[in-house]
């Protein structure tokens, strides 16, 4: 059943006309704010109340987002962080390979450099490790007999002498170094050819040069160079330059301090000559003994022998002696002789 409000109250125009005349109103207002733009400042002023609830009702969504963003963000840029310090640790060891490999190169160079002008052969050699005993100055080179390494040869770089051969075996060898205090070499002055011997002062790392007159003429920065007369190093390798020259007048000898010149204990490859410096034989053993005991002693004389039964005296020894003995002369006619022939003499001349 329909209801029906009292006849007494009178009612307006019903819904749909009113949403009828409301929506030509808008259509209508509509076209002329299109053609004449009259509600625009209407709707700048509408904006301007408005936006405080606008900018509040998104206020919740942009928090969200931001949130979600910022942890988006942290993520990614931790994991960015992680690729460049990986990145950034590959290129320092790069960089290190690269520096070494440059460094390694520059000595080769050397090295080679060195070794064209050398006068006998060499053979280039890696360092390996250092050798275990913590008292001495040794290492170890990747070369040995299978490479025809053999005892006694001298080992340098590019600056100078390093060290000497003194273990060898099939696929490696021993070095002793310059500063061993094993380590002895002949050695002069370049400036003025004044000769020593360099001995190795141990843990020190340096040299010293030994017997030295107190008034001889060295002074620091003297560069000390191989003599050659040990027949090991040829002559001129450079070995040492003078750092401290203490001369006292009260002692007998000088005290010279060197520095050597080679990189001794910085070096990964090294030149080993392959021969040494051709010397005159020595003499043997056998030779140099008469000499010893002629120059230290005095020669023994024989006793000189009785007369024979005719009066005369023995005759000398022969030339061809055994050598090494002085030749004996023949001693004077005894004066009981000489009185016996003069007796004889007398009568007859009488």
Partial sequence: MEYSPPPLFKQGASARVKMTVFACISIALLLVDSHMRTLTTVRQVAGTVLYPLQMAALLPRDAIYGVGDYFSTLSSMEKQVRELRRQQILSSQALQQAQLQAAENAQLRKLLDAREHLPVKSMLADVLYDARDVNSRKIILDRGTRHDVTLGLPVIDNQGVVGQVT????????????????????????????????????????????????????????????????????????????????????????????????????????????????????????????????????????????????????????????????????????????????????????
């Fill in 167 to 350: 273990r060898v075996f099939p696929f490696t060898s021993e070095v002793t170094l310059l500063s061993d205090k094993e380590q002895a070499i002949p050695v002069q002055l370049l400036r003025n050819g004044l000769r020593s011997v360099a001995y190795g002062r141990g843990k020190a790392g340096n040299l010293e040069l030994r017997f030295t007159a107190p008034n001889a003429d060295i002074q620091v920065g003297d560069i000390v160079v191989t003599s050659g007369l040990d027949g090991v190093y040829p002559a001129g390798l450079a070995v040492a330059r003078v750092s401290q020259v203490e001369n006292s007048a009260g002692g007998s000898f000088g005290g010279v301090i060197c520095q050597p010149l080679a990189g001794i204990m910085n070096n990964t490859q090294l030149l080993i000559l392959m021969s040494t410096p051709d010397m005159p034989p020595r003499p043997a053993d056998e030779e140099q003994r008469p000499l010893r005991k002629h120059n230290n002693k005095m020669a023994p004389i024989k006793d000189v022998p009785k007369e024979g039964a005719d009066g005369q005296p023995a005759a000398a020894p022969a030339a061809n002696g055994s050598p090494g003995l002085m030749p004996v002369m023949p001693p004077p006619a005894p004066k009981a002789a000489a009185a016996d022939a003069a007796a004889v003499a007398a009568p007859a001349t009488a």
